[in-house]
C-alpha cells in the first residue's frame, strides 16, 4: 500500500503558474504509472496527466496539453505537475493517483485503475 500526499496548490491569477508535488510513501511508487486527476463540484473526476513509471512515456488531456507537464522522481517518491497559462476553468482540486496494479498504456486515464489516492490539494484560478 502506498500513501500520497498532495501539495503546492493555491490562488493564481489567470495566465499564472503553480507546481503541484505529491509525495508518496512505499516502495512500490516507482513500480507504476501514476497519475493527477481534478475534480470540480458536481462533476466527475477528470484525467489531466499521467506519467510511466520511469518517466518516459507521459500522457495529457486535451485540455491541459501544452499548458501542464508532469515529471517524477523515483528516488524522492515524488510526482510534479507544473502548471503554467492557467485559466479559471483549471479551478478544481487536484489529486494525484496510483495503482496497485500495472496499467495497460490505453487506460492511463481510467480513474477506476487507480486503487491509490491522495487527499487533494486546490487550485484556484481567477479571471
Known amino acids: 500500500q502506498v500513501q500520497l500526499v498532495e501539495s503546492g496548490g493555491g490562488l493564481v491569477q489567470t495566465g499564472g503558474s503553480l507546481r503541484l508535488s505529491c509525495a508518496a510513501s512505499g516502495r512500490t511508487f516507482g513500480s507504476y504509472t501514476t497519475a493527477w486527476f481534478r475534480q470540480t463540484p458536481g462533476k466527475e473526476r477528470e484525467f489531466v496527466a499521467s506519467?510511466?513509471?520511469?518517466?518516459?512515456?507521459?500522457s495529457y488531456s486535451d485540455s491541459v496539453k501544452g499548458r501542464f507537464t508532469v515529471s517524477r522522481d523515483n528516488v524522492k517518491n515524488t510526482m510534479w505537475l507544473q502548471m503554467s497559462s492557467l485559466k479559471p476553468e483549471d479551478t478544481a482540486v487536484y489529486y494525484c493517483a496510483a495503482p496497485g496494479r500495472p496499467i495497460i498504456g490505453s487506460r492511463v486515464s481510467s480513474s477506476s485503475e487507480y486503487a491509490y489516492w491522495g487527499q487533494g490539494t486546490q487550485v484556484t484560478v481567477s479571471s
Open positions: 506519467i510511466s513509471r520511469s518517466g518516459g512515456v507521459t
